[in-house]
């Protein structure tokens, strides 16, 4: 009896001390990650606040890593779009854990981007990520997203009631369709839809 409490009492210590470095994220997560790093260069001023307030969509690539120091994933948030076709946009690249490992802003033109009157569009694509989160695992519809999202765009497009509301459109290289989410301009879910 003694020697089985011994062996339990080592598996638990053993588990205890198993490296929070092991867990990678998923390329959703890493996305949402990469939103809300916008977020923390703006608030540190390494970046300006149009990167919050012209927000127009965002790019995922998961990286091979020759090494573990090198980065896992690539984010690329980019302005609404000028009318040469151009849009400044930032680069983050993140460790496996999503963590962001540095940053660069690409210039291009300044777009004209609508005005977002109670949420910005950077904490808006945060929530309509979180449908994605929390439903990736369990609706087989949404898996792909959540495991191999490649990008996405938010767009504000009158509602049913004509009200508009914030459109997130969702792209995965696991499948040909895409995921719509309609929230509220507060950011409340109104709907989502895989076709």
Request: with cysteine.
């Amino acid at each position: 009896m003694k020697l089985f409490q011994a062996v339990i009492v080592s598996v638990v210590l053993a588990s205890a001390t198993v490296p929070a470095h092991a867990a990678e994220v998923t390329v959703a997560k890493a996305a949402e990650l990469g939103c809300h790093r916008i977020e923390r260069l703006v608030t540190l001023r390494k970046i300006d606040a149009a990167f919050l307030d012209k927000f127009y969509a965002f790019r995922i690539e998961k990286l091979t890593q020759s090494s573990p120091s090198d980065p896992a994933f690539r984010f690329r948030s980019y302005q609404a779009m000028a009318s040469d076709g151009t849009s400044r946009m930032v680069e983050i690249l993140m460790d496996a854990k999503g963590k962001g490992t540095s940053h660069q802003v690409i210039e291009g033109s300044d777009g004209n981007a609508p005005t977002w009157p109670k949420t910005d569009p950077v904490t808006l694509m945060e929530y309509a990520l979180h449908y994605v989160l929390e439903n990736g695992t369990t609706k087989a519809e949404i898996a792909p997203f959540y495991n191999q999202l490649t990008e996405a765009t938010l767009t504000q497009v009158p509602g049913a009631s004509g009200q508009m509301v914030a459109q997130a459109i969702f792209k995965s290289s696991e499948t040909s369709k895409i995921l719509t989410v309609i929230q509220g301009l507060d950011g409340a879910l109104i709907s989502a839809e895989v076709k």
